[in-house]
C-alpha cells in the first residue's frame, strides 16, 4: 500500500522560511499530480499547492508567491519551500495526490508560526 512520510515541519517566527518533505512509496509516484494540503485547528484540510508529473504548478490564493512545490521523481518525493511565513500558516501539513482519491494519509508535518 502508499505510505506517504512529511517531515521538515517546525517551529518558525513570522517572515521566516520552511522546507517541506514529502516521500512516497508503494506507488509509481511520477505518474500523479500531487499536493501540499493544510488543516489548521478547528478548520477543514485545505489544498494549497499542487504539481503535475510535468511540473505544471497551481496554488492557492492564500499562499500565491510565498510558496513553491517541485518534485523529485526519481526519489518520489514532493517539496514545499515556504516564505514569508505568517501566523495563519499555522497548521499540520500533508501530501497527497490531488486530488485526493484513495491515498491515506500521512502523518503529516506541524508547521507553527509564531513570534
Known amino acids: 500500500q502508499v505510505q506517504l512520510v512529511e517531515s521538515g515541519g517546525g517551529l518558525v517566527q513570522p517572515g521566516g522560511s520552511l522546507r517541506l518533505s514529502c516521500a512516497a512509496s508503494?506507488?509509481?509516484?511520477?505518474?500523479?499530480?500531487m499536493g501540499w494540503y493544510r488543516q489548521a485547528p478547528g478548520k477543514q484540510r485545505e489544498l494549497v499547492a499542487a504539481?503535475?508529473?510535468?511540473?505544471?504548478?497551481n496554488y492557492a490564493d492564500s499562499v500565491k508567491g510565498r510558496f513553491t512545490i517541485s518534485r523529485d521523481n526519481a526519489k518520489n518525493t514532493v517539496y514545499l519551500q515556504m516564505n514569508s511565513l505568517k501566523l495563519e500558516d499555522t497548521a499540520v501539513y500533508y501530501c497527497?495526490?490531488?486530488?485526493?482519491?484513495?491515498w491515506g494519509w500521512g502523518k503529516g508535518t506541524l508547521v507553527t508560526v509564531s513570534s
Open positions: 504539481i503535475t508529473r510535468n511540473g505544471n504548478r
Open positions: 508503494g506507488t509509481i509516484f511520477s505518474i500523479y499530480t
Open positions: 497527497n495526490t490531488s486530488p485526493h482519491t484513495s
